[in-house]
């Protein structure tokens, strides 16, 4: 069943006194949780759970051909599965607007941050480059798939190693990984903000998203400690004011400061020790 | 609790995790209760839960379930759709419910059936009977109607007698502490309606305590002293 | 000359099995089947009103089972999105699953199962059967037993229990492993999944269907076990 419209009220009114349902600060995440190397058969892979809500992504690479335009250059794919598991409301079939949209938000804050350098994934030009295919899946839904997805992604491109190439073929040998890592740059990190009521929002449950009357992502990397906005995305049915615009961009720059250097210690935790094991039940 | 976990019930041994299919008691003495069916001289599990010997009668308390409403039981549900003869109501359960104008303690007129209950506004309602696919709902009765503020929480359906207690005991015992109204429907919807938003959220929490953890002997006790521990 | 097993196992004797109940808050019922290498997660929900109508079942509930693999779990990505291969497991998944659950409770319902495969090493499909038996059993559907799987073959001549996709692949001498995915209800004995492939003569095949049903009873303890594990512990986590 789905929120009440009464319940949706209460959470309004808490959030007018700055009081969320379980007892966090209107601008504070869930306990974050990342683990490394959850999925064997993939070249990279992370599971993160944000509060109950839990995403895996895992990256495959393979060799490809170049665009046209971009002939020293490798490509990125990234794919979203909502699949019947991680909520009632998602349907099995061909992807849905919200799995589209996640992939493509997720992309374009990897994309425009230049995390991955692409000139490193380059073969032989104008022949051969590598792809690198991300994939993710939600396991569950307890809102901020988004932000989730996003570090999921990002956690599974650190993870990653290239596989062992056969030089003759120029074909791959899966399953047999090199020493060597992904050429990655500065890492983004993605924050969505929620607007309900009066009240913006970090990090909603489910009951919150559901209240939600807009929402807006940012990706966000560092650069020489600037904080640079790579990817914006609005979302929800509700407009904006250019002063909430204004105020909302304030608060994505100053948390994002805040929270950032924690993931940073996360993720190098993470690398540290990749798991044997994997999920715990809830 | 590893003495739960094996073996089947016996005159010493009155609970028993069991699995569906599994043999909870052996002999023509036991006879067969909620979730359970007698096959020769067994008693099989037909659900996952806690088995419990109460007299002869062995039962299983299944470890969650899906609502099957029952006639007269007090449900909450939500409006999901409006027709032109009364309402669709979700009360979370595996059939949807409807709520027919005639079942309304006020007199309506057809034309202005949304503006006594529209889209998204909780009930309390009674189940007046049950068809083959289908549940009728009725308000006709005290204490059902619309519900106006407070909270709604969700809970699963087989730990709403834990969460009302025997003779209501758990469930007002929370009422007195919190200083809130609260109804707990039958299909585990609960509504809570207190002065200040912090004994709803207070109520919510022992609430949801005790649906976490339903087996626990002594639970009042202890939900006693949760609760006046966060006061 | 027998087949040796590159991980040293005994020709009956499966990987290691992890089973956990509950990965998926949010689902009425879920669970994670590992054999070995191979993980499953199945998340059940459900029995809830079937739309549209005209699909429902008046006698009893409906079971509906969508198995798919992640794509980045094996080792040449799989395009995301269901195959006719997924599709055909779905089918026997959910033939495998009817026969124990007691759907005549519930007309007119629907029963949705979800099976994901995060890592693949062979035996995917039964390790969602696993999955799922006990993710329907943790969603409190009414149940007259489990169900267990397990896939046995054929190989170099020789029985042996759960292949992995090294020893699916063998071959020796011209002769290609025959690969057997079986799923017994392991309290009345009775076969809910039967699938072949390879070459096996009549014998040895009734000789693998044996040892599969030996095989699945040890399975079956570790559902068990996983199934009343959760219990115990929120039994344990008292707050004082």
């Not at chain 3, 390790?127 to 054929?154: E, K, P």
Request: net charge neutral; with cysteine; hydrophobic share 40%.
């Amino acid at each position: 069943m789905e929120i009440a419209d009464l319940t949706k009220k209460r959470i309004i009114e808490y959030l007018d006194e700055k009081k969320r349902f379980d007892k966090r600060k209107l601008l504070e995440y869930r306990n974050i949780k990342i683990r490394f190397g959850i999925s064997k058969q993939a070249e990279g892979s992370a599971s993160v759970r944000i509060g109950k809500t839990e995403v895996v992504a895992g990256v495959k690479l393979d060799i490809a051909e170049p665009y046209t335009d971009s002939p020293d250059k490798g490509s990125m794919m990234v794919t979203t599965e909502l699949l019947p598991l991680a909520s009632e409301k998602f349907e099995a079939g061909p992807p849905r607007i919200n799995a589209i949209e996640l992939s493509r938000i997720v992309d374009r804050g990897i994309r425009e941050s230049g995390f991955i350098d692409f000139k490193k994934l380059c073969i032989k030009k104008g022949e051969k480059i590598w792809m690198v295919f991300i994939d993710i899946y939600p396991l569950n839904d307890d809102g901020n798939l988004i932000d989730t997805s996003f570090l999921a992604a990002v956690s599974a491109l650190r993870d990653a190693f290239f596989p062992k190439m056969d030089e003759k073929k120029e074909k791959v040998e899966y399953g047999k990984l090199t020493e060597k890592k992904l050429p990655l740059k500065e890492m983004p990190f993605m924050l969505t903000i929620h607007k309900i009521g009066k009240s913006i929002i970090l990090d909603p449950i489910t009951e919150e998203e559901e209240s939600s009357e807009a929402r807006v992502s940012f990706a966000i990397s560092p650069e020489k400690k600037e904080a640079i906005i790579n990817a914006i995305q609005k979302g929800g049915e509700k407009e904006l004011t250019k002063k909430e615009v204004f105020e909302i961009i304030d608060v994505a720059i100053g948390e994002w400061k805040r929270i950032y250097p924690t993931i940073v210690e996360k993720i190098t935790e993470a690398e540290k020790r990749p798991e044997e094991k994997i999920i715990q039940s809830g | 609790m590893e003495k739960y976990q094996q073996g089947k019930i016996s005159e010493e041994k009155t609970r028993v995790i069991v699995v569906p299919g599994e043999v909870i008691a052996s002999g023509e003495s036991y006879l067969p209760g909620d979730n359970t069916k007698r096959e020769d001289k067994d008693i099989i599990a037909n659900k996952f839960g806690l088995a419990e010997k109460e007299g002869r009668l062995v039962k299983v308390i299944p470890l969650a379930e899906k609502y099957m409403p029952r006639k007269g039981n007090v449900v909450i549900g939500k409006i999901i759709d409006v027709t032109f003869s009364g309402w669709i109501v979700d009360i979370n359960s595996c059939y949807s419910a409807f709520l027919s104008v005639k079942e309304c303690a006020k007199f309506l007129n057809k034309n202005n059936l949304i503006e006594y209950l529209d889209f998204g506004d909780m009930i309390i309602a009674e189940v007046l009977e049950v068809r083959h696919r289908a549940v009728d709902l009725t308000l006709k009765a005290r204490g059902l109607g619309k519900i106006e503020n407070g909270i709604i929480i969700k809970i699963n359906s087989s730990k709403v007698p834990r969460v009302i207690g025997r003779g209501g005991s758990m469930v007002n015992m929370i009422k007195h502490e919190s200083e809130c109204r609260i109804t707990v429907g039958q299909n585990g919807i609960a509504w809570i309606k207190g002065e200040k938003l912090e004994n709803e959220l207070l109520a919510k929490e022992a609430i949801m305590l005790i649906a976490t953890k339903p087996f626990v002997e002594g639970l009042t006790e202890k939900i006693k002293k949760f609760l006046e521990s966060k006061k | 000359m027998t087949y040796k097993r590159s991980d040293g196992r005994e020709a009956d004797e499966t990987r290691k099995i992890r089973a956990e109940v509950g990965v998926v808050p949010r689902a009425d019922g879920s669970a994670l089947f590992a054999f070995g290498d191979t993980i499953a997660i199945a998340a059940v929900y459900g029995p809830k009103p079937l739309h549209p109508q005209h699909l429902q079942n008046p006698e009893k509930g409906l079971l509906r089972c969508y198995y798919d693999m992640m794509s980045f779990s094996v080792g040449e990505r799989k395009r995301p999105g269901p195959s006719r291969r997924s599709s055909e497991i779905s089918f026997v998944t959910t033939n495998a699953l009817m026969p124990a659950l007691q759907l005549g409770n519930f007309p007119g319902t629907v029963v949705d199962v979800c099976i994901s495969i995060l890592q693949a090493n062979a035996g995917t499909r039964c390790a969602g059967i696993n999955a799922a038996s006990m993710a329907l059993a943790h969603a409190g559907i009414s149940m007259s037993d489990l169900v267990t799987a397990v896939s046995v073959g054929q190989i170099d001549g020789q029985i042996a229990v759960d292949l992995t996709k090294e020893e699916e692949d063998y071959e020796s001498g011209g002769e290609k492993t025959t690969d057997i995915p079986i799923s017994f209800l392991p309290l009345s004995g009775k076969i809910s999944l039967l699938q072949l492939d390879g070459g096996i003569k009549a014998e040895k095949l009734k000789e693998a269907i044996e040892i599969a049903q030996k095989t699945c009873s040890k399975i079956y303890e570790e559902q068990k076990k996983a199934l009343k594990n959760i219990i115990s512990r929120k039994e344990e986590k008292i707050k004082e």
